[in-house]
Each structure stands twice: as structure tokens, then as C-alpha cells.
């Protein structure tokens, strides 16, 4: 079965760090681009970060640039996103996703998100 | 940046009729080198992730019913939903990743039963 499992989320404080973490199954993991979409509570979709193959292409939305970081390590089939110096704007449900180029680049493997919350 | 604006946010629907969602891109989505459309649609219930429902702006996921159609071109697409069923209750987004895969969803169309 495809799937994708994120893990890493819960409560931090303003400024503070998280690592989050989504586990690969069921496909060629090396093969695929992928990706952070985020929801705030009650908002719509946010896309926040893709990353290609092989990690040597990265790209961020403008709000999280120089704080997110994305990355992955296809040995392990899994994909990464550290957070720094969070905002409470950063609040929100990050989900990880597959990113199909041969789509026309659409998502079409999400995982169920993990939660993350910056409040002091 | 691609701003894609949906319309309307909201759209109440008796059951069996029919739902029409909108979405505008600033700027084409069309790619040259095979003249399709980079341009998706999703469903998203309460408490799930977003599931795909069209790709290339007119071809379905495979498994999604064929009451769920998409259209258009260049920078104005539609998502049609025939004969309404009640699963159908839902948020739907549009979404790009043009050119360079930086990526843009519209606000999202809530559809509630009339």
C-alpha cells in the first residue's frame, strides 16, 4: 500500500525549533519529488516546500524562506522539514505529499499530517 | 508568484442537481511543449488530507466517479460536479505548480447541500 506517515509535530514556543519527519512506503521513494503543504486551523491549503529527486533542487514559499528547511534521505525513504525560529503564524496541520511531474505536477499521494502549534 | 482565486467561496446544491466551481490563474498555465494544462483539482473532507481528483485540468484520478469533470484553459478553469451526492459535502481547491515547481492553491469553494 502507498503510503506516507508524518510524525514530529506538538507544542513549541516563538523562536523555538522542530523537525519533522514523514516515513515512505509502498513506492519507489527515490523517484519522486515531494512536498509540505500546510492548513492552518480553519484556512485552506498552504503549499510550503518541494525538493526533487536526489535533494540538489529545493524550493519555499516566501514566508518560510531561511527558517524551513526541506530535505530527505532516500536510503531511509524518508523526507524532513526543520523548522527554525518559528512564528505563530506557523501554526498549522503540515501535510507531506507526493509531487507528480508526469501529472503536471499534482499531489497525488498525502499523508494524514502531523500538527504543529507555536503558542507561548 | 501564480495567484489562483476561486469562485465562489461558497455553493450550497440540492441533491442530484449540479455544482460549478471556478478558478483563475493571473498567468497561463498552458505548457508549449505539449499543450496541456498544469492545473489540478482536489476534495478535502473534515479531518482528512486533500485527495486528488484532476490532473492536466481535464483527466480524472483513477477511481474518482465520472460526475466529477474538469475544463478550461490557459488561466480559467472549472470543475463540474454532476448529480450531486451527499458524499460529495466538501471543500475543493484548484491548484498550479507552473513552470517552476513553486506552487500556489486557490482559497478553497466550500459546498454544502441546498
Known amino acids: 500500500e502507498v503510503q506516507l506517515v508524518e510524525s514530529g509535530g506538538g507544542l513549541v514556543q516563538p523562536g523555538g525549533s522542530l523537525r519533522l519527519s514523514c516515513a515512505a512506503s509502498?513506492?519507489?521513494?527515490?523517484?519522486?519529488?515531494m512536498s509540505w503543504v500546510r492548513q492552518a486551523p480553519g484556512k485552506g491549503l498552504e503549499w510550503v516546500a518541494n525538493?526533487?529527486?536526489?535533494?540538489?533542487?529545493?524550493y519555499y514559499v516566501d514566508s518560510v524562506k531561511g527558517r524551513l528547511t526541506i530535505s530527505r534521505d532516500n536510503a531511509k525513504n524518508s523526507l524532513y522539514l526543520q523548522m527554525n525560529s518559528l512564528r505563530v503564524e506557523d501554526t498549522a496541520v503540515y501535510y507531506c505529499a507526493r509531487l507528480v511531474l508526469g501529472i503536471g505536477y499534482a499531489f497525488d499521494i498525502w499523508g494524514q499530517g502531523t500538527m504543529v502549534t507555536v503558542s507561548s | 508568484d501564480i495567484v489562483m482565486t476561486q469562485s465562489p467561496d461558497s455553493l450550497a446544491v440540492s441533491l442530484g442537481e449540479r455544482a460549478t466551481i471556478n478558478c483563475k490563474s493571473s498567468q497561463s498555465v498552458l505548457n508549449s511543449s505539449n499543450n496541456k494544462n498544469s492545473l489540478a483539482w482536489y476534495q478535502q473532507k473534515p479531518g482528512q488530507p486533500p485527495k486528488l481528483l484532476v490532473y492536466?485540468?481535464?483527466t480524472r484520478e483513477s477511481g474518482v466517479p465520472d460526475r466529477f469533470s474538469g475544463s478550461g484553459s490557459g488561466t480559467d478553469f472549472t470543475l463540474t460536479i454532476t448529480s450531486l451526492q451527499a458524499e460529495d459535502v466538501a471543500v475543493y481547491y484548484c491548484q498550479q505548480c507552473y513552470n517552476t515547481p513553486m506552487c500556489t492553491f486557490g482559497q478553497g469553494t466550500k459546498l454544502e447541500l441546498k
Open positions: 509502498g513506492f519507489t521513494f527515490s523517484n519522486y519529488w
Open positions: 525538493i526533487n529527486q536526489v535533494g540538489s533542487e529545493k
Open positions: 492536466w485540468a481535464s
